[in-house]
Nanobody
Framework: QVQLVESGGGLVQTGGSLRLSCAAS????????MGWYRQAPGKQRNLVAT???????NYADSVKGRFTISRDNAKSSVALQMNNLKPDDSAVYYC?????????WGQGTQVTVSS
């Protein structure tokens, strides 16, 4: 059974930092694409960052220079380091990844940035 479990969300003040982690199990990890998306109340789920198996990254313009995605293939995990957080970053953050031609989602973790 493929499973993604996020952790590390919480409440932080504007300008603060958080590190999200996502542990994958049952997934062919080293050759897949992993990513982080976020969804604020009443809005659609949007891309935050992705990382291909070769290490190539892609970021939403709104987080470039503040967020960094990384992965550890040996541990089947992906992380999102978030610095200089802003209230607009508040959302449920979802880890996702490809597995045998389909995209798999985690359950999400809440990030709230207070002003």
């Amino acid at each position: 059974q493929v499973q993604l479990v996020e952790s590390g969300g919480g409440l932080v003040q504007t300008g603060g930092s958080l590190r999200l982690s996502c542990a994958a199990s049952g997934m062919i990890f080293s050759t897949n694409t992993m990513g982080w998306y976020r969804q604020a109340p009443g809005k659609q789920r949007n891309l935050v960052a992705t990382m291909l198996s070769n290490g190539v990254t892609n970021y939403a313009d709104s987080v470039k220079g503040r967020f960094t995605i990384s992965r550890d293939n040996a541990k089947s995990s992906v992380a999102l380091q978030m610095n200089n957080l802003k209230p607009d970053d508040s959302a449920v953050y979802y880890c996702g990844g490809t597995h045998i031609g389909r995209w798999v989602w985690g359950q999400g973790t809440q990030v709230t940035v207070s002003s």
